[in-house]
């Protein structure tokens, strides 16, 4: 324990009911600081999921007033009433009139006692809605509950369809993926199958030797920079796509670890590899790995886009392609962890994809960089 650390502790040892119950090398102290939510696990069962407690989830606070001093000792009963009561609504669909009437004076009780109502900002107001509830009837959303359930049957029906597709898609690219252990990286997503692993092009690339100082300067330019990401321009031999190797495959005492845990997708280009040139492997490529990393992003995929990589529309009309398939899907995505961090897209050698895309004359992938990547939505940062 640090000395910070151990202050903390020393502290909150004074505020917990029952501190022998602590397994103090469990509770992440180094967050205690920063949020008084995350006290809040001192103060939690020890085998409590911690990951996401809601200080407005009746089971939280319920428990905190139990575990922790600070609230007098005079609730503890209605709390304990209070948790019965919360228990019966949520485990059954009919109440008799007795046993309501019970549910309601346990919530009176607590909103109504004098240690609970001088923090309330609308007292009056939050008695008012339980009457109203009360006097109404509680399960008066069956009906919606119904139409939800109706409406989740025909999305898994349409899922089922779509999952029929797909299987047209595994026949016809039906390859087995490799999980490189050494670099911890596994291109593939059930959703998406995508074309054969381009890391293997790094994972011999020599130790580095110097320029370690480069990982962190470019992992602070990424979070600080308003702009779409990171253009790195060198001559031939300078160590670009070493950077790229060495965050790609880092390790987890490796420097370029911290821009590997945010790094979502990433693609080769090599000059006499045609695949990595084509446009339909590319974008396929990419959909597949954000699909493996952001499950959110997953859900946000329509038909049309997965219908497109068994038409080979994504190599006839690629601009409209990775609209539907990347950056539409990307600006419907929420993250679930509210994590506001970026998340990485490395592409190397782009000089080396030079007629990618050309399906005008003289287009060239700066042209498809420029137009797309502005579009990109602010929390995706690429590295080139």
């Not at 939280?60 to 007098?72: G, H, I, N, R, Y």
């Not at 369809?161 to 016809?172: A, F, G």
């Not at 390790?251 to 695949?275: S, T």
């Not at 006839?316 to 990485?344: A, M, Q, V, W």
């Amino acid at each position: 324990w640090c000395i910070t650390c151990g202050l903390w502790r020393q502290a909150l040892l004074r505020f917990h009911t029952n501190p022998w119950e602590l397994v103090w090398h469990k509770l992440q102290s180094w967050e205690w600081p920063k949020h008084y939510m995350n006290l809040v696990e001192i103060f939690m069962l020890q085998y409590w999921d911690k990951a996401n407690m809601n200080a407005g989830d009746l089971s939280v606070a319920l428990t905190v007033w139990q575990k922790c001093s600070e609230f007098p000792p005079t609730l503890l009963p209605l709390a304990d009433k209070l948790r019965t009561s919360r228990n019966k609504l949520a485990h059954t669909q009919s109440l008799d009139n007795n046993a309501k009437q019970n549910v309601f004076n346990d919530i009176k009780q607590v909103i109504r006692n004098a240690e609970v109502v001088k923090y309330l900002e609308n007292p009056l107001e939050i008695q008012n809605s339980i009457t109203d509830l009360e006097n109404g009837d509680l399960f008066q959303f069956e009906n919606k509950l119904d139409e939800i359930l109706k409406r989740t049957e025909e999305e898994n029906e349409r899922i089922t369809t779509i999952d029929s597709k797909l299987n047209i898609v595994r026949e016809d690219q039906a390859k087995s993926f490799i999980i490189l252990s050494e670099i911890k990286w596994i291109e593939y997503s059930p959703l998406v199958p995508t074309s054969s692993l381009l890391v293997k092009y790094f994972k011999h690339h020599k130790p580095l030797v110097g320029r370690e100082w480069m990982f962190q300067f470019l992992d602070e330019q990424l979070k600080n920079t308003q702009k779409n990401g990171i253009l790195l321009e060198a001559d031939m031999g300078y160590g670009k796509s070493a950077i790229a190797a060495h965050i790609i495959c880092a390790n987890e005492d490796d420097k370029g670890m911290e821009m590997r845990k945010r790094l979502i997708a990433f693609h080769v280009c090599k000059f006499d590899v045609k695949k990595t040139h084509q446009a339909g492997v590319f974008i396929q490529r990419l959909v597949s790995m954000i699909s493996n990393n952001i499950p959110e992003f997953t859900e946000t995929i329509n038909e049309e886009c997965l219908l497109s990589f068994i038409t080979g529309q994504c190599d006839s009309d690629p601009f409209g392609c990775i609209d539907e398939c990347i950056i539409f899907p990307l600006k419907r995505t929420n993250i679930s962890d509210g994590s506001e961090e970026y998340r990485l897209i490395i592409i190397d050698a782009l000089d080396e994809c030079y007629e990618t895309f050309m399906y005008e004359k003289g287009s060239k992938i700066f042209d498809f960089m420029e137009r797309r990547a502005h579009m990109l939505p602010s929390w995706i940062k690429l590295l080139v």
